[in-house]
């Protein structure tokens, strides 16, 4: 009998009250005898199935979250788990290819190709299951650049923040599939920006801002031009993220 629960025995009946402890969900078997006063003693035995469900107090939820999530293969991530409900099993898919990786509750996984990589995560609490999939939430990436409006020069190489370029549109012409362009948060009088059909991940970060999580780029289009020109090809693995994008003006199609 879980932990929060009683049972009390009425004549050829048993009532089970109580409420289980938190953590307690399953299905548990219960052996019960019965006697009678006769002589000589007749008794009977059988087993329950009683099934123990959360009662409402927590959900089941799967949720989680990885660290690092992106950088170059091969790329070691560790990933927690942030379920409710009490789970009490975990079967990780790390490519969402429908095979399960790990059955730890908080593993370590390493990439080695690269590209972008989906996540799925299922969790059970003995009776419910729920799965939480995260799209896209992994970039294993060939190589890095780095962009710095503020102290970055397009005559660099662009290998790190002490040798970074100075404009996206350097870091774009030089980068490839799957290559990382981290672009620190300055402003950026650029337009046009062209991916070349490209799977680039164009990533915004607080580089020059460390105290100010909320810090971004931003791409100034000055009212000459769309920001970004998407005619090649480009697929969704040609990402934008954490860019604040102000005065663009498009007046046709494939850009904005």
């Known amino acids: 009998m879980p932990p929060g629960l009683t049972w ?42 009683l099934v123990v469900n959360s009662g ?30 009490n789970p009490i099993s975990w079967e990780w898919d790390f490519d969402n290819d429908g095979i399960v990786d790990s059955v730890d509750q908080n593993p370590t996984y390493t990439y080695y190709n690269p590209g972008w990589y989906t996540v799925k995560l299922t969790v059970s609490d003995g009776i419910d299951t729920d799965t939480c999939v995260k799209e896209m939430y992994i970039l294993v990436a060939n190589g890095i650049y780095y962009v710095d409006g503020v102290n970055g020069n397009d005559a660099n190489g662009g290998t790190g923040w002490s040798d970074a370029f100075a404009t996206i549109g350097k870091a774009l012409s030089v980068a490839g599939d799957y290559d990382l362009v981290l672009v620190a948060d300055s402003t950026y009088n650029e337009r046009d ?32 031009g769309r920001a970004f020109w998407f005619h090649s090809g480009e697929t ?11 005065n663009g003006r498009a007046e046709d199609t494939y850009g904005g």
């Open 236 to 246: 969704e693995d040609s990402v934008i993220d954490n860019f604040v994008i102000q």
């Open 8 to 49: 009390v025995g009425f004549g050829d009946a048993v009532e089970i009250t109580g409420t289980p402890d938190v953590g307690t969900a399953g299905t548990y078997s219960v052996d019960v005898t019965v006697s009678d006063s006769s002589s000589p003693t007749q008794s009977a035995h059988t087993t329950l199935q």
């Open 56 to 85: 409402g107090v927590t959900t089941l939820k799967a949720d989680f979250e990885a660290t690092p999530t992106y950088g170059k293969a091969p790329l070691t991530v560790n990933f927690t788990d942030k379920s409710t409900g």
């Open 193 to 224: 920006l062209d991916y070349s059909g490209k799977a680039i991940y164009l990533k915004g970060v607080n580089h020059n801002t460390p105290s100010d999580p909320n810090a971004r780029p931003v791409i100034d289009c000055q009212q000459l």
